[in-house]
């Protein structure tokens, strides 16, 4: 009986440990192209929401071992009706028409989103994609 609780807890240790995020980390980076720190700096939430405001992301992955995709969600919350889902090849990196980027350093990615205006709060979420199709668990970062 020691025996099986043995194999069984060591099974499930196992299980557990390869089904772990790879991704450690999410940053939203906003940058504002028509308005300067300063001006930025001095305005109240509500007019900062209508400013463009262009994203970037930055995921920082503990391991890029078997991974196929990396898809990210944006929006104004989670679940909201409003969110953007792209999912970017993980062995194609470059500028796409839609606006979006995908370029990779190392462990570290860094997504443009695009530009957005009429957003105060940014919802993120960063799912890993692997070369088998699993999907694991979103990260998820919020910027207010």
């Not at 999410?26 to 900062?48: K, L």
């Not at 898809?71 to 953007?84: C, P, Q, T």
């Not at 990196?93 to 695009?114: M, Q, V, Y």
């Amino acid at each position: 009986m020691k025996k099986i609780f043995a194999t069984l807890c060591l099974s499930l240790f196992g299980f557990v440990s390869f089904s772990q995020n790879p991704v450690s980390s999410v940053q939203i980076n906003p940058t504002y192209p028509n308005a300067t720190n300063s001006q930025i700096s001095g305005m109240d939430e509500e007019t900062r929401a209508h400013v463009q405001t262009d994203l970037a992301v930055e995921i920082n992955m503990s391991s890029v071992t078997n991974m196929g995709k990396i898809a990210v969600k944006v929006g104004l919350a989670e679940g909201g009706s409003d969110l953007f889902y792209k999912e970017f090849d993980f062995s194609s990196p470059g500028t796409f028409a839609d606006g979006t980027s995908f370029s990779r350093s190392g462990n570290t990615l860094t997504i443009g989103l695009g530009s957005f205006s009429g957003y105060g709060t940014y919802y993120t979420e960063v799912i890993a994609i692997r070369t088998n199709g699993t999907a694991e668990t979103g990260v998820r970062a919020t910027l207010n």
